[in-house]
């Protein structure tokens, strides 16, 4: 399985973010959840949010308002948007596959495959 992500590398403020990440080996919408996760400089991972193999989407409460992700089923494609970017934006951003499943009621998130992430830059 691969992924790779797509997308533009330098954003200004007030910008809207969109990355696209093309997955091979796997159909999106056989199983798992696809998922964003990025990290700033000097910080930890933070997930974004996911989309199910069924087109459901869910996001972090703290980036809800802004986030977006879609997919594109012909090409096996999934794609984030993150609207009025700041500095604070500025990130490595991954893709990756999730092969979690439910345990006593709560989802235990697997990331097994990972894109090789992408800069993405927010400067004025």
């Known amino acids: 399985v691969q992924l790779q992500e797509s997308g533009p590398g330098l954003l200004k403020p007030s910008q809207t973010l969109s990355l696209t990440c093309t997955v091979s080996?796997?159909?999106?919408?056989?199983?798992?959840?696809w998922s964003w996760i990025r990290q700033p400089p000097g910080k930890g991972l933070e997930w974004i949010g996911y989309?199910?193999?069924?087109?459901?989407?869910y996001y972090s409460p703290s980036l809800k308002s802004r986030t977006s992700i879609s997919r594109d089923t012909s090409n096996n494609q999934f794609s984030l948007q993150l609207s009025s970017v700041t500095p604070e934006d500025t990130a490595v951003y991954y893709c990756?596959?999730?092969?979690?499943?439910?345990?006593?009621?709560?989802?235990?998130?697997?990331?097994?495959?990972w894109g090789q992430g992408t800069q993405v830059t927010i400067s004025s």
């Open positions: 989309i199910t193999y069924s087109g459901s989407t």
């Open positions: 990756d596959r999730d092969s979690g499943s439910y345990f006593s009621g709560s989802y235990y998130s697997y990331y097994d495959y």
């Open positions: 080996g796997d159909s999106i919408t056989t199983s798992n959840n």
